[in-house]
C-alpha cells in the first residue's frame, strides 16, 4: 500500500516521482502533548512569591517581596491584603488598593488612591511594621505606616532615613 500524501512543504518542490508524507494530526497532537508536559515538569516546586524580607528569603530563595494576601507584619498584630477593586472616575477601571487589618480581620486602613490594576504592585512588611509597596508603572515605592491619626501613605524618597526591606528593594533594582 502506497503512503497518504497529505501535502507538500511550503517552498520545496518534490522531485518527480517523489512521495513526501506528513505525520497524521492526531500524531502531531501526541508529540504536542508529551513535549508540552516533559516541559512542564519540575523536580521542585514553584517559588513562594509572598513575604516580607525575613520570610520572603525563608519562603522564597530569590528574597523577593511578592503579592501573598493577608501577609502578617513581624510582629503580628496587623496583615495587609491588597484586592483589586473597581473605581469609577479614574483613568483606570480597576486599581490596587492595599488595606491593613487588625489581627481580628477588621480593616484599620484602606488606600482610596491605590495604583492602576493593568500594572503590578509588591508588598512586604519592614521590621518596624511598615508597610512597602513597589509599583511596576513607575518605579515608585510607598511606604504605608500607623501614625498618631491612623495608617496612612507617603512616597518613598531614595535620600530619606528609611531603607526598604530587601524584597522591596530587589524589586527596584532588577
Known amino acids: ?15 518527480p516521482g517523489e512521495v513526501r508524507v506528513l505525520p497524521s494530526a492526531r500524531t502531531m497532537l501526541l ?14 516546586p514553584a517559588p513562594d512569591r509572598a513575604g516580607s524580607a525575613p520570610a520572603a528569603i525563608r519562603a522564597n530563595p530569590t528574597g523577593l517581596s511578592g503579592q ?13 491584603r491588597v484586592p483589586i477593586l473597581a473605581v469609577e472616575g479614574r483613568d483606570f477601571a480597576n486599581y490596587w488598593c492595599p488595606e491593613v487589618l487588625a489581627a481580628d480581620g477588621q480593616r484599620l486602613f484602606r488606600d482610596e488612591e491605590g495604583f492602576p490594576a493593568r500594572f503590578n504592585v ?4 519592614d521590621d518596624e511594621q511598615r508597610l512597602w509597596v513597589y509599583n511596576t508603572d513607575d518605579g515608585g515605592v ?27 528593594q530587589a524589586h527596584r533594582v532588577r
Open 1 to 15: 500500500m502506497d503512503p497518504v500524501v497529505f501535502g507538500r512543504f511550503v517552498g520545496e518542490s518534490a522531485s
Open 31 to 44: 508529540l504536542t502533548v508529551v513535549a508540552l508536559s516533559v516541559v512542564g515538569c519540575r523536580d521542585e
Open 68 to 80: 501573598q494576601q493577608d501577609l502578617e507584619a513581624p510582629g503580628g498584630t496587623v496583615s495587609v
Open 122 to 125: 509588591y508588598w512586604g512588611w
Open 142 to 168: 510607598w511606604v504605608y505606616s500607623e501614625g498618631p491619626d491612623g495608617w496612612g501613605r507617603e512616597a518613598w524618597r531614595p535620600d530619606g532615613e528609611l531603607e526598604p526591606p530587601a524584597g522591596i
